[in-house]
């Protein structure tokens, strides 16, 4: 009885953690505490942070994977543990980045802010390429957030035949959305300023 109660607790948890997690950031992600009036300094050095935090998930990922292919149960558990800490971590900079600095446009070569007729030619159809990406990036870290938890879970309960499914689809949206937090961040960071 026990145990069901906290199944129980722990799925009421990942629903309210699905839907929490992307109001918040959305929310946070429109405040600049500069435009408040605090003076903070810009975090411009978080990118790179961020974008490494997101490829060692990803090869650490691969190595779970790789971990539970050769039957190494407790090394695949500590690994998604691992994972699961990065993305919080990856979260949590990501969020302090943008409440602390502009925006940055993607194929803004002046700085200005904006991309002009000949900054527009001068990209070309890698912005079309970098919007794809990035929004795919985007609509998943959303989806996958009940994804992952529930396939933990899953796992926690030892119900591994459901956890095996559910990772079936659960590892390959991680790990591109690792991996594209990645390539946005190589395609945008020349037009950082």
């Not at 942070?49 to 060692?56: E, K, M, P, R, W």
């Not at 949590?92 to 030619?121: C, I, P, Q, W």
Request: glycine letters at 6%; a positive charge; charged letters at 15%.
């Amino acid at each position: 009885m026990l145990q069901e109660a906290k199944i129980k607790r722990a799925r009421t948890a990942i629903i309210i953690a699905s839907f929490a997690i992307p109001l918040v950031v959305a929310v946070l992600f429109g405040v600049n505490l500069r435009d408040l009036g605090f003076d903070v300094k810009p975090l411009s050095f978080l990118p790179p942070i961020y974008a490494t935090i997101n490829g060692v998930t990803a090869v650490l990922l691969i190595l779970a994977l790789v971990a539970i292919k050769q039957k190494n149960r407790r090394l695949h558990e500590g690994l998604i543990k691992v994972c699961m800490v990065l993305s919080l971590l990856f979260l949590a900079s990501y969020v302090a980045y943008h409440m602390t600095s502009d925006s940055t446009v993607f194929g803004d070569l002046n700085g200005d802010g904006a991309r002009d007729a000949a900054e527009k030619l001068a990209v070309g159809s890698s912005l079309y390429i970098y919007t794809f990406i990035l929004l795919s990036h985007i609509l998943l870290s959303v989806v996958i957030i009940p994804i992952v938890l529930f396939t933990y879970l899953f796992a926690w309960q030892g119900d591994f035949v459901r956890h095996k499914k559910w990772t079936r689809f659960a590892w390959p949206m991680w790990f591109y959305v690792a991996a594209t937090g990645v390539i946005v961040y190589l395609m945008i960071s020349p037009y950082y300023h």
